[in-house]
């Protein structure tokens, strides 16, 4: 409160001028009030941002699986072949290392 236009006691009329109060407090809260909402206009648009490179990340993650998969079905069909081949003469080391991969 700034100022205050009546005593103790006093009697007043409704509409009356009573007393004024102090911007400061009000502007500081304001202000506080509009930095709020800017970070929070900030924050929305690096989530906006994050979910519109979601996708792109979830496209590439998998991608990578798709590759990691076909690795291992490589490295699995290799191991049936040098596993159906050691019957016949191949190198335990040539197998050994098939079923590393698996």
Do not use: W
Not at 68 to 85: G, M, W
């Amino acid at each position: 409160m700034a100022r205050l236009f009546v005593q103790d006691n006093q009697e007043v009329n409704s509409g009356g001028l009573f007393v004024e109060i102090d911007p400061q407090d009000y502007e500081a809260k304001s202000a506080q009030a509009q930095a709020d909402l800017t970070a929070a206009h900030g924050q929305s648009e690096q989530v906006k941002a994050q979910l519109a490179a979601s996708p792109a990340t979830a496209q590439e993650a998998r991608a990578n699986l798709a590759a990691v998969e076909a690795q291992a079905c490589y490295a699995k069909t290799n191991l049936a072949r040098l596993t159906t081949i050691g019957v016949s003469g191949v190198l335990q080391d040539r197998i050994d290392a098939a079923v590393d991969c698996a």
